[in-house]
Structure formats: structure tokens, C-alpha cells
């Protein structure tokens, strides 16, 4: 991949960007084996400053922006979490904490929601306590999320919970969809693990067999009929086993924008990973000129630089193409189809990566590269 993918030129009329996933930090008690951060975590020292963050959102206000999503690492390790949220909330943005729990005290969480905060995704790794502590490499985790989850509730915040299914937990899948009903949640995002940053790096630990996948992936589809009126379920189903690629972020540079805790802007959260793009950051440029002139936001905005099937195929308005950085994790070239696609000239990469799923070596142990919260704020 050489520097000339930046040529493509934007499509001259752009919508405003939906979202913005703020990375407030890359600090995190967690060493969840499927993070999709990246494995160079950003240190501590590098990550935008207060000021820097407000300068951010108020640009995103201007910009159009609806929705602000402080995740992280764990956003709680941010001291000024509270004064991030109110600035969201002063300029009009809908905030949404994306958290672990861990770092979260019921004062702490109600001081956020007196600043404006207006809804909590929390996380959870199984709905078995010792699994789920094991998942999350941090003893006791299981435990407090139940509290936090508790706190939101009576701060009287909407609740999201969030459960990546995997290898380790793929049959509890349904479990994991009624804990969220227990814990008060009005919504529960089943995503099974996608492999980008440490999910990639850990896949083979990670992937179930497809007859796992299968049967989680029915026990979830039945439960939204079951649950309908009890709770909403969003399900998104393994790549490797579908026969077409997702929108990537809905199309690249198309419905939001990443920003890295260094300030780098992102089309998604994997982005980094493609080499000969020219990330801008918002140290330098403000967020409006990202969006219109960034090379790395234009680089796969409309089709010229797609490559057959995906230029005579009628679904590249639907999928447009798929995802640039699993086609480059793959298939080695970002500019190909998603080899995810059974049309692709790659798929066949796709079916020996997931038929080795299905007779697994004995469960390897996971890596990650963790970065501490600050005592401060715990």
C-alpha cells in the first residue's frame, strides 16, 4: 500500500458526520482479549489535554455532530470526565459513556449525570462470574459491574449493555442477553468479536467453531421475538461467517469520525493499521476540514478506488465493499473487496481462518497490554 491511495478525490456534497467516538484515554484496568484498540496504545503523557477535548466538541456542535461517545480505554480515568460532560451537554451533544464500570463510584457517577450525562453502554464479558473475571483479566470486575449497572439505574440513566461473543463464552450467549434484563438494561448489544488491534492478535483463542456461532447466533434471534417490549437487542453477527460484508462504520468517512487520545482523527477505529494514509489531528486542523479535506477520510469515499467485484457490483451502495481494514488484514490490500464477501478473490483466506475454528487446539491464553487507571480516580 503506497501513499497514492490518498489521491481519490471526496464526493463534492458530504452529510455531517452523525457521531464522534471520543478515545479519551487508552487506560484501562481491563485486558479484554478482543479489544479492538490498537497494540501501540497511546501512554498517558500524549493524550489531549482538557482544553484540547472542549476545543473538540464544540467544533463537533458546529460541525453537526448529534451524538458524542466518551469511551476509551476506560473514560473514567479521565479527572475531567465531568467537565467533558458538561461541555457536551452546554453545546447540545447527546453523551453517551462507553465504560467498564471500573473507576466509576456511585457519587462519582452521580456528579456525571448532574452534568448532563445522558446514557451509560456498560460492558460485560460473560454471565458466569469466574469466566467473566477471567475474560476481563481483572479479579472482581463481574461483581462491580453489577453495582455500577445498579447506580445507573437509580441515577436514572439509560442503560446499554454491551457483550462481545467469543470462543470463551459463546454458549451463554442467551444468558448473557437475560443478565441485561436483570440489570435493568433498556438495551443489549450482542456483538460477536470482530478482529481488529488485539482481537486480530488474539483470534485464534478467540474464534468459535461455526456450529457455536450458529447456535448462539439462533438463541439471540429467538430471544428478540421473546424479549420484544422487554428490552431492544442489537445483533451483530460474526464476519467470518456471513456471506456479505457489513457496512464498515456504515461506509468509510461517511457517518462519523475516531479520535485518538493523542488527537488523532480516524474513519474507524482500525484505520491506523492501513499503511500510506496522512491521518490529520486536531491539534492542527479543526474538526470541519478533517471531515471535507482529510486524505485519510477521502482515501475510500466514493468508488474510484474500488477494484472488481465491488465496481460492477450492485451492493457497493449497500456495503461499500465492506471493510478496508479487514481486507488489508486478510487479503493484504485494503483496496480490495472485504474477503469476507464469497465474491471476493480472497474468500477462500475467510473459510480456512474459520473452518480452523472448528477443531481448536486446547484454549491458549489471551494477550494484552494493559494500561493502568490512576489511583485518583478509583
Request: hydrophobic share 40%; charged share 25%.
Amino acid at each position: 500500500m503506497t501513499a497514492s491511495l490518498t489521491a481519490s478525490e471526496a464526493p463534492r456534497k458530504l452529510s455531517a458526520p452523525v457521531a464522534i467516538l471520543a478515545e479519551l484515554t487508552h487506560r484501562c484496568p481491563l485486558g479484554c482479549p478482543y479489544c479492538s484498540n490498537p497494540l501501540a496504545l497511546e501512554p498517558r503523557e500524549d493524550e489531549l489535554a482538557t482544553a484540547d477535548w472542549i476545543r473538540v466538541f464544540s467544533q463537533a456542535a458546529e460541525l453537526g455532530v448529534l451524538h458524542a461517545h466518551l469511551s476509551g480505554g476506560e473514560p473514567a480515568a479521565r479527572a475531567d470526565l465531568k467537565d467533558i460532560v458538561a461541555h457536551c451537554a452546554n453545546v447540545g451533544l447527546y453523551t453517551n459513556l462507553i465504560t467498564s464500570g471500573i473507576g466509576l463510584t456511585k457519587p462519582r457517577l452521580q456528579e456525571l449525570a448532574d452534568a448532563g450525562l445522558d446514557h451509560v453502554q456498560l460492558s460485560i464479558q460473560d454471565s458466569v462470574e469466574i469466566s467473566a473475571d477471567r475474560i476481563a483479566g481483572y479479579n472482581g470486575s463481574f461483581a462491580r459491574k453489577e453495582k455500577v449497572a445498579g447506580w445507573v439505574t437509580e441515577a436514572g440513566l439509560p442503560l446499554t449493555i454491551n457483550a462481545v461473543i467469543h470462543r470463551a463464552n459463546v454458549g451463554r450467549a442467551a444468558d448473557m442477553v437475560r443478565l441485561a434484563v436483570r440489570l435493568g438494561a433498556r438495551r443489549v448489544e450482542v456483538a460477536h468479536a470482530q478482529y481488529y488491534g488485539w482481537g486480530f492478535h488474539n483470534r485464534a483463542a478467540l474464534m468459535p467453531s461455526r456450529g457455536e456461532a450458529e447456535a448462539a447466533i439462533a438463541a439471540v434471534e429467538e430471544l428478540k421475538k421473546a424479549l420484544e417490549g422487554v428490552i431492544v437487542i442489537d445483533h451483530v453477527i460474526p464476519d467470518y461467517h456471513a456471506r456479505y460484508p457489513k457496512a464498515c462504520m456504515g461506509g468509510w468517512g461517511k457517518r462519523g469520525l475516531n479520535i485518538t487520545p493523542s488527537g488523532m482523527a480516524l474513519p474507524c477505529h482500525a484505520a491506523q493499521t492501513i499503511p500510506g494514509l496522512d491521518f490529520w489531528n486536531v491539534r492542527d486542523h479543526e474538526l470541519a476540514e478533517i471531515w471535507t479535506n482529510s486524505p485519510a477520510f477521502n482515501a475510500f469515499r466514493g468508488e474510484e478506488w474500488m477494484r472488481e467485484p465491488c465496481r460492477s457490483c450492485p451492493r457497493k451502495e449497500v456495503d461499500y465493499g465492506g471493510c478496508r481494514c479487514q481486507a488489508l488484514a486478510i487479503a493484504g490490500d485494503a483496496r480490495e473487496a472485504d474477503p469476507v464477501c464469497h465474491l471476493s478473490p480472497h474468500h477462500d483466506r475467510v473459510t480456512k481462518i474459520a473452518s480452523r475454528a472448528d477443531n481448536p487446539e486446547p484454549l491458549p491464553a489471551y494477550s494484552f497490554r494493559r494500561m493502568k487507571l490512576r489511583e485518583s480516580v478509583q
